[in-house]
């Protein structure tokens, strides 16, 4: 009984920061100072490696709320985290620079609500690196460490993903869940990957024969198009041999032609000629009736 009594009195300003009252509306203010009180808890909950050569802890707070800079701000002033002083870069979203913020050498990153977008990028960059990612709202549990999130009841609870943790090389506190926290099932998410993995081979197992579909048909239609080539072709050759034969009896009629011509001025001329041989011959015998009247 006593050490239920000594936790819960280590735990109760912990457990009134996360759990809201539902049903009650709080404002900018409230909500950034529960924040600001989320990361302290977590940072003193949590393990760095060479822990005692950190001069201070530096953390990096992605936000565009004026609220969260502010009471960030104000607060670290006057807090400290394992007895070292704070150092904090708060960094509007528009500006946010994964490789500039990993340069800060940060041992916590702060993603409020609505950058999420930003989680997988600086998630990369920080890979095995001692740095704690806290998010807010975030709903793929593979690329978390520590998420607030918001219940239906009101409530702002946590999830951790113990997993993503260690291999930042960091340790955190078991007792750290008893503040309105619960670990995220890995097994739960290796099963969801795997049958997600199952189902990406089946769609690509249907892009692929839909793939050699495509290829097959594309294969037909380029055989076809050869044919037809073959065929326009030889209609080609047909044809240019068709125009060559009309050329040649072109040729041959013009020819023809010619030669009808000359004929026909040949007939006129022996035309000509037999027609002055009658006029003389007709001459001639009305030349010899006229003798012959004579007599």
Same mark, same amino acid.
């Given at each position: 009984m006593f050490l239920k009594m000594k936790i819960f009195a280590k735990y109760r300003c912990f457990l009134f920061v996360f759990f809201l009252i539902p049903g009650i509306s709080f404002s900018q203010s409230d909500k950034a100072k529960a924040l600001t009180s989320y990361i302290d808890k977590f940072a003193s909950y949590t393990t760095w490696p060479n822990e005692d050569q950190i001069d201070s802890f530096r953390i990096v707070v992605i936000t565009d709320n004026k609220d969260v800079v502010k009471e960030f701000h104000d607060f670290f002033k006057k807090q400290k985290i394992k007895k070292k002083p704070v150092s904090l870069l708060t960094q509007p979203s528009y500006v946010v620079r994964p490789s500039y913020v990993i340069r800060r050498n940060p041992q916590i990153i702060f993603l409020t609500a609505g950058k999420s977008g930003f989680i997988p990028n600086v998630y990369n960059e920080i890979e095995g690196l001692p740095v704690l990612l806290v998010s807010e709202n975030y709903d793929e549990k593979r690329n978390i460490m520590i998420n607030l999130y918001k219940t239906s009841q009101g409530n702002v609870l946590f999830e951790v993903n113990k997993a993503n943790i260690l291999n930042q090389n960091l340790a955190i506190d078991p007792e750290m869940l008893l $503040? $309105? $926290? %619960?670990?995220?099932?890995?097994?739960?998410?290796?099963r969801k990957s795997q049958l997600s993995l199952?189902?990406?081979?089946?769609?690509?197992?249907?892009? %692929? #024969?839909s793939f050699n579909m495509l290829e097959k048909n594309i294969e037909i239609s380029i055989n076809q198009i050869k044919t037809k080539q073959k065929e326009i072709s030889a209609q080609k050759e047909l044809l240019a041999s068709t125009l060559d034969k009309l #050329?040649?009896?072109?040729?041959? =009629?013009? %020819?023809?032609? =010619?030669i009808l011509k000359a004929q026909k001025d040949s007939i006129l001329i022996k035309n000509n000629i037999l027609h002055n041989q009658l006029n003389e011959i007709k001459k001639q015998w009305e030349d010899i009736e006229n003798q012959e009247n004579v007599l």
């Open positions: $503040g $309105g $926290g %619960t670990e995220v099932d890995v097994a739960n998410l290796y199952r189902n990406m081979q089946k769609e690509m197992n249907k892009m %692929t #024969d #050329d040649e009896d072109k040729k041959r =009629i013009a %020819t023809h032609d =010619i």
